[in-house]
């Protein structure tokens, strides 16, 4: 079965690029538009192996929707991958703090997202 990897962000486009450097592998990919958004679909897909998440976001950002994810039992400690423009040590270490596996900047190599990915979601299966 194919692993079920979240995708968040506010850019339709960047969700796109997401999903095309995720195709090269045996992804099932739920996409999510924002924080608020993501805590619907997270609950609608509870299997979810990974996450991929922007961090500037309207109505609820990345690091808020970690937060609030870390609050949820069965999301304590999935990966998350935080993708984004920001490179602020404070962001990034608050990201930390809630346990993401990675921060990786805009714009993304596909092979290095998909690399991440694959560790990621095997990680979490084993
Ligand atoms: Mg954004």
């Known amino acids: 079965m194919a692993s079920k990897v979240l995708v968040v962000d506010d850019s339709m486009m960047v969700r796109q690029q997401v999903k095309r ?3 090269a592998a ?9 924080g608020m958004d993501a805590l619907e679909k997270v609950m609608q897909n509870q299997d979810v192996c990974l ?20 609050k949820i039992p069965v999301f304590t400690s999935v990966p998350v991958v935080m993708l984004t423009t920001e490179a602020q040590p404070d ?3 608050r ?18 997202l ?9 990680s979490k299966a084993a």
């Open 114 to 122: 998909l690399a991440a990915a694959q560790k990621l979601a095997a």
């Open 26 to 34: 045996d992804f099932a990919v739920v996409e999510a538009q924002d």
């Open 91 to 93: 962001l990034v270490a």
């Open 51 to 70: 996450i991929i998440c922007d961090v500037n976001m309207p109505r609820m950002g990345g690091l808020d929707f970690l937060e609030a994810l870390r």
């Open 95 to 112: 990201a930390k703090g809630l346990g993401a596996k990675g921060w990786i900047i805009k714009p993304f190599k596909p092979e290095m």
């Open 21 to 23: 450097a995720l195709g």
